[in-house]
């Protein structure tokens, strides 16, 4: 038996996280803080090459290994899946696409910065619920993820923490437009 790379996208993602992580408290403090971190509004320089480059390098960053674990634990789960479903290259576009939706976002609506891959989790999870789905079909699995997950995320976004909820609930819509305008390759 060998052991094989069996989700390029979703895997060197994971390793990446995990090396700028590492990096970070270790070599190359303020990495995360300077390169993997979309800041909010206040904050933001258009005339900033890093601010720009943060918008998509964010969901790379993460506060320690415990956040790390909490969003790769999920994306490990269901990314393989579906990466097979929908192909390496649609799977990292669709990655990308949120990281730029959620960090515009928080750019123009926030004034905190935002890191972390949950926004990419919450996609994942809302896409996972249409890979066995038909054309001109609504599946029973997707409406109770989205009542589950981003239902306890609008009610979680009233706590004072320092959790984006926002990012969720955007990641989860990004998820559900892919999976009704993006149906996985059979």
């Given at each position: 038996?060998?052991?094989?790379?069996?989700?390029?996208?979703?895997?060197?993602?994971?390793?990446?996280s995990a090396l700028v992580l590492l990096l970070s408290r270790s070599v190359l403090p303020g990495l995360i803080e300077n390169w993997f971190m979309v800041p909010g509004n206040r904050d933001f320089s258009a005339g900033s090459f890093r601010n720009w480059l943060s918008i998509i390098t964010h969901i790379?960053?993460?506060a320690d290994w415990q956040h790390l674990i909490g969003n790769f634990s999920l994306i490990l789960l269901i990314g393989p899946m579906l990466e097979e479903s929908y192909g390496s290259l649609s799977l990292l576009l669709m990655i990308v696409i949120?990281?730029?939706?959620?960090?515009?976002?928080?750019?123009?609506?926030?004034?905190?910065?935002?890191?972390?891959?949950?926004?990419?989790?919450?996609?994942?999870?809302?896409?996972?619920?249409?890979?066995?789905?038909s054309q001109g079909e609504i599946p029973l699995t997707f409406i109770?993820?989205?009542v589950l997950y981003l239902g306890s995320?609008?009610?979680?976004?009233?706590?004072?923490?320092?959790?984006?909820?926002?990012?969720?609930?955007?990641?989860?819509?990004?998820?559900?437009l892919f999976?009704?305008?993006?149906?996985?390759?059979?």
């Amino acid at each position: 038996m060998r052991i094989r790379y069996n989700a390029p996208t979703v895997l060197t993602f994971a390793l990446i996280s995990a090396l700028v992580l590492l990096l970070s408290r270790s070599v190359l403090p303020g990495l995360i803080e300077n390169w993997f971190m979309v800041p909010g509004n206040r904050d933001f320089s258009a005339g900033s090459f890093r601010n720009w480059l943060s918008i998509i390098t964010h969901i790379a960053g993460h506060a320690d290994w415990q956040h790390l674990i909490g969003n790769f634990s999920l994306i490990l789960l269901i990314g393989p899946m579906l990466e097979e479903s929908y192909g390496s290259l649609s799977l990292l576009l669709m990655i990308v696409i949120t990281a730029l939706v959620t960090g515009v976002l928080n750019i123009f609506l926030f004034n905190t910065s935002l890191m972390g891959a949950s926004g990419v989790v919450f996609m994942m999870i809302l896409l996972a619920s249409f890979t066995n789905f038909s054309q001109g079909e609504i599946p029973l699995t997707f409406i109770l993820v989205l009542v589950l997950y981003l239902g306890s995320q609008l009610v979680s976004s009233y706590n004072s923490d320092s959790i984006s909820h926002f990012a969720h609930i955007v990641g989860g819509f990004c998820g559900s437009l892919f999976g009704f305008f993006r149906p996985p390759r059979r």
